[in-house]
């Protein structure tokens, strides 16, 4: 037996629970099911046709409150227990926090200058990187240093290629290049590095900065660097 309902709702608000009674055995379950809120029956109902029944609960309190069904039909079509779930009513202070969050991030989402299809961004301007999910940043920003005058990081779009967690520079006398992530397929790459000295075109990142873009970047994730370095 499987029960459905929303996970949250506000204050006042009505929910709807829906119960399915499912067999490995022919036919349509059928018979009576009890929802139980709170430890508590709240409604029993005969399944329909199709072996479903659906409730609308209405008037819990604000807070946290748990459910399940109970089946009391044809004992060949198994369960007569659901598992039990959990839903919260949200608080009016729950309901303005969360809006006022939504309204925040929309608002820094709209002044972000990288798109929102890009998980990391540089701005080589400011000298700072961060991560983000649908345009709101979920980690920085972080400081970093790019290319040098002669080797400057290009702004474009780019897709992280692949990793190399201990990875030596072939190009430089295995210069190591920990956290490595490749974005640009010319061996640019975020990896820990110098803050005060420009790189040879790679993004330089503290070493939690790194680890963090390391645990967060998978390739296909998409790179957008922009600005002009001041250096």
Known sequence: MFTKAAASIGTGESVKVSITVQTPNPGVPFGDVTLVVDGAGYATATLNTAGNMAFTVKGLADGDHSYYAKFAGNPSFLANQSKAKSLHVL???????????????????????????????????????????????TAGPFKQIAGRNGHRTPPGTYTVQWKDID?????????????SIFFNGEGMAFHVGSLSTPSHGCVHLSESAAKTYWDALQPGDVVYIYGSPQY
């Open 91 to 137: 608080s009016a202070a729950e309901i303005a926090a969360a809006k006022k969050q939504k309204e925040e991030q929309a608002a820094a989402a709209a002044a972000n200058p990288c798109p929102a299809t890009a998980e990391a961004c540089v701005d080589l301007t400011s000298n700072t990187t961060w991560l983000q999910k649908d345009g709101v940043v």
């Open 167 to 179: 990875h030596l520079s072939k190009e430089f006398d295995n210069a190591p290049m920990p956290y």
